[in-house]
């Protein structure tokens, strides 16, 4: 099993920034790949940007150049840098990790991101 704890959301004005961090624990040895996905309200869950332990990073062409995904393997913890915010950015943010591909077999609890036009 693996926990996964985030932390970062909230209310911000289009164009603004935030960072969401997320932090695993349990049993993590297995794990290759962290990262996020987002769900707005009437839609599918998608891909924001997912990053393995080599640093291969894998990004949603909607958040390109905007958003930034980091980690750092020692702390077991997946940040997300989200710059330049839209308000169709809007949604539940989920942490997710996987052993293999990018993310799935572990979600967090979410965190509300809420940009404001």
């Known amino acids: 099993q693996v926990q996964l704890v985030e932390s970062g959301g909230g209310l911000v004005k289009a164009g603004g920034s935030l960072r969401l961090s997320c932090a695993a624990s349990g049993s993590i040895f297995t794990i290759n790949a962290m990262g996020w996905y987002r769900q707005a309200p009437g839609k599918q869950r998608e891909l924001v940007a997912v990053?393995?332990?080599?640093?291969?990073?894998n990004y949603a062409d909607s958040v390109k150049g905007r958003f930034t995904i980091s980690s750092d393997n020692a702390k077991n913890t997946v940040y997300l840098q989200m710059n330049s915010l839209k308000p169709e950015d809007t949604a539940v943010y989920y942490c997710t990790v996987s052993r293999r591909g990018w993310g799935g077999d572990y979600w967090g609890q979410g965190t509300q991101v809420t940009v404001s036009s």
């Open positions: 990053i393995t332990r080599i640093g291969e990073r």
